[in-house]
């Protein structure tokens, strides 16, 4: 069976570096961006050069119809999908709790949050043996940040990572018997784009990510 893999957020950081590993690995490849139209373009043509399968499609995770259209293109171009990386994900301006503005906590929550969870939800939907699929793996990108809490930095962002592993724990056991194997990865401190964009301003593309 052919393997395609579906990345939200991969048009830099974490995400970008999936997408080249895995079409390394001899999956076709769809990466989502918001605002980062020319650098996931960047991705897709140096996979397609190496002799690679790879779509790039615009898409906000925190916004429903965004993503269930997103599933369907990919599906569409590369035929049914095998695997999904839930990557997209911002951490906004760094400080203190009671120095951050409502902006920024709320967009932090609404694609790291919500928007994980209308992606891991479209994921079954297209992976569940109970809906027509043939199964599948799902892999949540967390943070060593929600354990860790980043004290001084964006508290929001690591209670929204710490969701991030209830949804795992809780969606592993839920589709188990669909077929479907749901696991989180949570990287440490990751020399990514967010992190400086952070110390300076609102993350605002939803394609940052740890």
Do not use: C
């Not at 354990?147 to 589709?175: F, Q």
Request: hydrophobic share 45%; no cysteine.
């Amino acid at each position: 069976m052919s393997k395609v893999l579906l990345i939200t957020g991969g048009s830099r950081g974490i995400g970008a570096a999936i997408a080249r590993k895995a079409a390394d690995q001899g999956y076709a490849v769809a990466i989502t961006y918001v605002g980062e139209k020319a650098r996931a373009g960047e991705i897709v043509a140096e996979i397609t050069k190496a002799g690679g399968k790879a779509v790039a499609l615009m898409g906000d995770a925190s916004k429903e119809a965004d993503v269930v259209r997103v599933f369907a293109e990919a599906a569409r171009l590369l035929g049914p999908f095998t695997h999904v990386v839930n990557n997209a994900g911002i951490t906004g301006k760094s400080s203190r709790l009671d120095a951050a503005d409502d902006k920024t906590i709320r967009d932090t929550i609404d694609i790291n949050v919500t928007g994980a969870i209308f992606v891991a939800r479209e994921a079954v939907r297209h992976l569940s043996k109970k809906h027509g699929g043939k199964g599948g793996v799902i892999v949540n990108i967390s943070s060593a940040a929600a354990t860790l809490g980043s004290p001084g930095e964006y508290v929001w962002y690591a209670a929204s990572k710490g969701a991030i592993d209830s949804l795992t724990y809780g969606l592993a056991r839920e589709v188990a018997d669909d077929g479907i194997r749901v696991n989180a990865v949570s990287p440490g401190l990751t020399a990514t784009e967010i992190h400086e964009r952070s110390t300076h301003t609102q993350a605002a593309s939803r394609g940052f990510v740890r």
